[in-house]
């Protein structure tokens, strides 16, 4: 290389497997080729700088990331039932389906009958979201002081009420808002009657005796009327049955 004075300068020869670049020794590049890189069309890099071309395709092969493959049929807006809007070609293209006419709309790249949107109005909502019908959202509003969104209409706040305001002890109640109360339980030698814990002895019924008429003692000194029977039935046993199976009996 010049000395910057007129001379030259000899700055060395490279070793084994290397080349002088720019008076610089590199290792030597060894091309690639198409069959080491799985190439067999149109053009690539050799790895050194330079360009390899790998060939072209048959009939019926089409060239796609420098390998033959089998030539790609595009679809068409019939083959797949499509009548609006744009799909795809299977092979990398788009096609354009067309547009619906008057009072149609595209829904799923199909001409289909326009949708009218309901309303809140229609439906009878005053709050929240619900659908148009279309596919899309109304917004029905929000519901004032004292009011609350239930099942998208406003209604008035409902206020729980409590066992104690109502007088009650024990076993459940409504809380008058849809919901249950459990006011506890009866404390030894009480029963519950009416949600009130009563203290004493719990009458028994005539239904849990499995009695349907007549008197029975209802087990705390009193007397429980069970009710008569009708239809020519009559009352064995507190228990109504066949007039005929008990003249049956009789005789």
Known sequence: MP????????????????QC????????????TCAAQGKTCGSI?????????????????????????????PTTCAAQGKTCGSISDGCGGTLSCGTCGANQQCTGNVCVAACTPT?????????????DGCGGTLSCGTCGANQQCTGNVCVAVCTPTTCAAQ???????SD?????????TCLSKQYCSNNVCVTGCMPTTCSAEGKNCGAIPDGCGGT???????????CEGNVCGSGESLQSYDR
């Open 224 to 234: 429980l009327e069970c009710g008569i029977c009708v239809g020519g039935q009559s």
């Open 45 to 73: 890099s050799d790895g050194c700088g330079g360009t390899l071309s790998c060939g072209t395709c048959g009939a019926n092969q089409q060239c796609t990331g420098n390998v033959c493959v089998a030539a790609c049929t």
């Open 167 to 173: 007088g009650k002890t024990c076993g459940s109640i």
């Open 176 to 184: 008058g808002c849809g919901g249950t109360l459990s006011c506890g």
């Open 3 to 18: 000395d910057g004075c007129g001379g030259t300068l000899s700055c060395g020869t490279c070793g084994a497997n290397q």
């Open 119 to 131: 309303t809140c109005a229609a439906q009878g909502k005053t709050c929240g979201s619900i659908s």
């Open 21 to 32: 670049t720019s008076n610089v020794c590199v290792a030597v590049c060894t091309p690639t």
